[in-house]
């Protein structure tokens, strides 16, 4: 179903496409329309095209669930990581590292029996059909329980990322959250800012499937062609400048002029007339890189996803109602935290995390990269210049973009609403059969624990359906090892609404709706699902409908005779009731017929193209698996290198250096066996993107060769060779612990003098060749 201002999807209906019988049955309408365009007894192109597309969501949205479980470990590991470079970490603390590195295929332990399996069923459809529940448990959790939940409403209650139900009831829940938030919030200042629960679960909606193809399909050529200028240094900080210029007189002339000191207050590197001949041209360009960016954004705006907008809208809202004297840019500043803080500028400074870009970006694109997302969110925000006086000198990219940011920011909140189409939706959820999630062992019970522990407040009525659902559910069951949190199809239905086998009769019921309507729906659904069944049905125009239903009741297809003769009746019924008229070839239905073909037609060409769309989603959510797990393979490797020095550590304090014990008998242990050297040449190591950024002449690179070599586990040297001297050019020790924490630090350089390594490149290689 589309919404006013949103563009149609596949599988929806514009209200545009109504019938033109002048009747109020737009529910039956919808629900008639979305069954032509889902109909699975037709097997014709559009069908196959929608069956490639559903099994694409799908795949996206379980890809989608498992990166953000890989991101949870990440974040863990980087928490812990540092314990371990200081040598502090207990060894059960470095069991738990360790399992949170493993890869375990979990087929141990036992499913829940059928009747617990039954009242989860009716837990968990409950909750996420009734989303007040889940939104009042996201407030009242801590902020280490919450990413655990987050994984579970995100990504399995409301798991289906291009569904509209699951979609709309996962907003629903927002809007919740949302308001709470505002109805406790002591001043204005702070509302949305803080690190919290809610200021989690935005971030954590906008890595969604959607919000990842809008940030590849906006940011990525902009970023990558801004990164392709490894050399161009636009710091406008003046004490970086004044470094870097007193650096390169220095490296020019041997020795610097008594008027330039080192260590100078910024102040004075401000004041100093080359640091402003320097920094004056790169102000005039950031600030037209900044606006390129920017109008790329603004001009975006219409394939910004919708459930974005929809929350941008109700942050607008909200602070209306709350706060009714606030100026327009005061909302406007909050509406763009939101967008920008928490959505477009974490791709603008890290694209490799995002996988909008292939690699670390060099250094000078890198600082680039984050001076336009300073300029950005400034724009967004009332910017602040008491830490960074420098950045006033860009106030004039602000003061000129203000007013345009501001229209966008205000029309992105011009999106209509899903109530009418959720209460549809709803509906047609409570007619399925097949309604369920793939949920883990460990999500079922830590939800179920987390409700117990808050349910006074969630459900302080022991009559309320919650209530009665948890009293019976009893304790939770305790987390179990990975190798037993085994993954279940938790069907979901109700325990207080029988699922209605007869949606006719509710809408009839609500509608004001009558048999003929009905009966005159069905017909044209069942006309359509016959031309799209039959080979060149639809080629003549205009369509007989009445040779249509002949051909199938006299078809070879069992399927087809059947449909046929029960068309042909519906159509006599029709007539005797004065709906339809046979002497006119009925014409009102044979034209709503070949608009409804049309309208498929054009779904085809609509699907096809957000299947290509996605392909592209799907490989970079792929791509960001890979770059997540190969994080998680160089944590593995520094945990066995500190493993490695903790044994040898206790060896040697325990009977002597060197020495160590077998069968009670002291023996002298064996030597470390050296591995390597292992020879690269510059050409290998600038290919596989290794080397970032080379200060060795051209000419000379094909001379220049490393030697790397381990002569203990974890420790390795990087010998730089120029070819015809026996002597390497230069040595470097290297400790993969050293590495790993530069990686944490997100210092992603490597600094051999002459050439500039990518740590993360360097510790995949050190990994693959050792």
């Known amino acids: 179903m589309s919404y006013p201002g949103e563009p149609s999807s596949p599988g929806t209906m514009s209200t545009k496409r109504l019938t033109n019988r002048n009747t109020n049955r737009y529910s039956v309408t919808a629900l008639f329309s979305m069954a032509a365009e889902q109909d699975v007894e037709v097997e014709d192109d559009l069908a196959r095209a929608q069956k490639r597309l559903r099994e694409l969501k799908s795949r996206i949205s379980a890809q989608s669930k498992k990166n953000f479980v890989l991101e949870r470990d990440v974040r863990y590991l980087d928490s812990r990581i540092a314990l371990l470079i200081q040598n502090r970490m207990a060894l059960d603390e470095q069991n738990e590292v360790e399992r949170h590195l493993e890869e375990v295929e979990a087929t141990e332990g036992a499913y829940p029996d059928d009747r617990k399996i039954q009242q989860y069923a009716n837990l968990f459809f409950l909750l996420q059909s009734e989303p007040r529940h889940v939104a009042s448990l996201c407030r009242l959790v801590s902020l280490s329980e919450i990413d655990t939940l987050l994984q579970t409403v995100m990504f399995t209650l409301y798991g289906n990322q291009y569904e509209s139900r699951e979609e709309h009831l996962l907003l629903t829940m927002f809007q919740s959250v949302l308001s709470a938030q505002f109805e406790t919030a002591t001043e204005f200042g702070s509302l949305l800012r803080a690190n919290t629960p809610v200021s989690r679960m935005m971030t954590t909606y906008t890595r969604r499937g959607p919000g990842q193809s809008y940030l590849k399909s906006v940011l990525a050529d902009r970023i990558n062609s801004l990164i392709e200028h490894k050399e161009l240094n636009l710091e406008i900080n003046p004490l970086k400048v004044y470094e870097q210029m007193i650096d390169q007189i220095e490296e020019e002339t041997g020795a610097l002029p008594e008027s330039l000191q080192r260590g100078v207050a910024p102040e004075v590197a401000a004041a100093n007339p080359d640091v402003q001949a320097i920094v004056a041209p790169r102000l005039t360009m950031l600030m037209e890189i900044a606006n390129s960016f920017l109008l790329t954004i603004i001009d975006s705006m219409e394939t910004v996803p919708y459930g974005i907008r929809w929350i941008c809208k109700q942050i607008r809202s909200l602070t209306r109602r709350k706060y009714p004297d606030a100026t327009d840019y005061a909302i406007c500043s909050l509406i763009g935290g939101f967008f920008f803080l928490r959505f477009i500028n974490p791709a603008v400074v890290t694209p490799q995390a995002y996988m909008l870009v ?36 860009l106030n004039p990219f602000v003061e000129n973009n203000k007013a345009r940011l501001n229209q966008f920011l205000n029309n992105l909140c011009e999106v209509g609403d899903f109530y009418d189409t959720l209460e549809l939706d709803q509906y047609m959820a409570l007619s399925k059969k097949d309604l369920q999630i793939n949920i883990t062992l460990n999500e079922l019970y830590n939800t179920h624990s987390l409700l117990l522990q808050h349910i006074e407040t969630l459900s302080p009525n022991d009559k309320q359906h919650l209530r009665i659902l948890a009293d019976e559910l009893g304790p939770a069951p305790a987390q179990v090892p990975r190798k037993e949190n085994r993954t279940i199809e938790l069907p979901l239905y109700s325990r207080w609404e029988t699922p209605i086998q007869d949606i006719q009769t509710a809408f009839m019921a609500e509608n004001n709706v009558t048999q003929n309507d009905i009966l005159y729906m069905e017909t044209k659904s069942i006309f359509v699902q016959l031309i799209r069944s039959i080979p060149h049905a639809a080629d003549k125009r205009p369509i007989h409908l009445f040779n249509i239903a002949e051909r199938a009741a006299t078809a070879k297809d069992a399927m087809l005779v059947r449909k046929g003769i029960k068309v042909k009746e519906m159509l006599r019924e029709l007539e005797e009731a004065g709906v339809v008229d046979k002497k006119d070839g009925y014409k009102l239905m044979q034209e709503e017929v070949a ?36 994080q998680l393979e160089q944590y593995k490797a520094y945990l066995q290198n500190v493993r490695l020095k903790s044994s040898k550590d206790k060896s040697v304090a325990g009977v002597g250096v060197g020495v160590v014990t077998v069968g009670g008998k002291e023996k002298k242990p064996a030597k470390p066996t050296v591995q390597g050297p292992y020879r690269f040449t510059h050409a290998q190591l600038e290919k596989e993107g290794i080397i970032v950024e080379s200060n060795v002449p051209e000419n000379r690179r094909p001379h220049i060769y490393f030697n790397i070599t381990s002569p203990t586990p974890g420790t390795f040297i990087i010998a730089l060779h120029y070819k015809g001297r026996e002597k390497a050019i230069l040595e470097m020790d290297l400790k993969i612990d050293d590495l790993l924490e530069k990686q944490k630090d997100n210092k992603h350089l490597l600094d051999l003098e002459y050439v500039q390594l990518n740590v993360p490149k360097v510790l995949g290689l050190l990994k693959k060749v050792f």
């Open 358 to 393: 292939e690699g670390v970006p060099a250094k000078h694109p890198r600082r680039t990269l984050t001076l336009i997302a300073k300029m950005l969110q400034n724009l967004a925000n009332k910017p602040s210049y008491a830490k960074e006086a420098y950045m006033m000198s």
């Open 595 to 630: 608009a409804e073909l049309v309208h498929l037609g054009n779904l085809r060409e609509k699907v096809l193209l957000e299947s290509r769309s996605l392909e592209a989603v799907y490989k970079t959510i792929c791509d960001h698996n890979n770059y997540l797990r190969s």
